[in-house]
Every structure is written in structure tokens, then in C-alpha cells.
């Protein structure tokens, strides 16, 4: 028998992040997810409390979703980035990976 999995997709990590003091409260929030033995990276963003852009990027191990996951945290809240919008990481929840570890 093969059991089903009822709950949906399982979130492993998940940040938002926000640019402070602009009155378009400009946002962007990232996730891993575990569904079905594969990972997904999901990024929405948007402001004003509006959706402009999503994305979803499919990888077949933990590791490589978790580069992607990183270094998009690391590019938009690199205070020497090109753009005018400087992120900060308002929250920031790692789950538990398949080994338990954090």
C-alpha cells in the first residue's frame, strides 16, 4: 500500500523580505517546499500589498534548492547592490530537513 499524502506540500524554509521606510511597502518572499520527493522554490513579490511577480523553480535534491534560496536572500539584502530597492530580511523560519537538522 502506498500511502497518501494528505497535507499538501511540507515548507522547509521561508523568508519575506522588505524594503524599509518607501511608502509602496515593496516585499519579497521566498520558500522551499517539499512535495512528492521533489523541492520547490517558490518566489512571490510584489507592493502595496500586490502581487507583481511569481516564480517557481523545481530541483530534485534539498541542496540545490537551498543555493538557490540563499543566494537570492544574499543578493537582494547586499547593501552594495545595484538596484535602489535594499531589501531587509523581516522574517526568516528554517524548518527541519529530512534529517532532522535545522
Known sequence: MIPLETSGPRVLKNAHLV???TPRKTFYSIRIEECHGTFRVLKVS?????????RTWEFSTLDEA???????????????????RKYSIKHLLPGKTNDGSE
Open 19 to 21: 524594503v524599509l521606510n
Open 66 to 84: 537551498d543555493r538557490l534560496f540563499s543566494r537570492r536572500i544574499k543578493e537582494k539584502t547586499d547593501p552594495e547592490r545595484r538596484s535602489p
Open 46 to 54: 510584489g507592493a502595496l500589498g500586490k502581487v507583481w511577480d511569481k
